[in-house]
Nanobody
Framework: QDQLVESGGGLVQPGGSLRLACAAS????????MGWFRQAPGKKREFLAT????????AYADSVKGRFTISRDNVKNTVSLQMNSLKPEDTAVYYCAARSQYPTVMPSMIDYWGQGTQVTVSS
């Protein structure tokens, strides 16, 4: 079964950091573009970051540019999201996503989703 499983979410104080990980299993996602999205209560799912199959190209939403960094390890079949300088408005469920073509920006065009991991930024 092809699936993505996120981990690393939790409670962090404003200004703190978290590192999310997404482990892919089943198929080899090394040829897929990968990305991260988030969804806060009552809001639409929001694109955050995308990375191409080789890891050589990445793009970010303006809301997280300079604070979040996406990376991947195709040997381990994982993708990560390093989140720094977290703000209360970053509180949401964070989702890993895979698409056969780069980039992963539109939720409607995603081929695979993880189940999500909660990130709460609060003092």
């Amino acid at each position: 079964q092809d699936q993505l499983v996120e981990s690393g979410g939790g409670l962090v104080q404003p200004g703190g950091s978290l590192r999310l990980a997404c482990a892919a299993s089943g198929r080899t996602f090394s040829t897929y573009a990968m990305g991260w999205f988030r969804q806060a209560p009552g809001k639409k799912r929001e694109f955050l970051a995308t990375i191409n199959w080789s890891g050589g190209t990445a793009a970010y939403a303006d809301s997280v540019k300079g604070r979040f960094t996406i990376s991947r390890d195709n040997v381990k079949n994982t993708v990560s999201l390093q989140m720094n300088s977290l703000k209360p408005e970053d509180t949401a469920v964070y989702y890993c996503a895979a698409r056969s073509q780069y980039p992963t920006v539109m939720p409607s065009m995603i081929d695979y989703w993880g189940q999500g991991t909660q990130v709460t930024v609060s003092s």
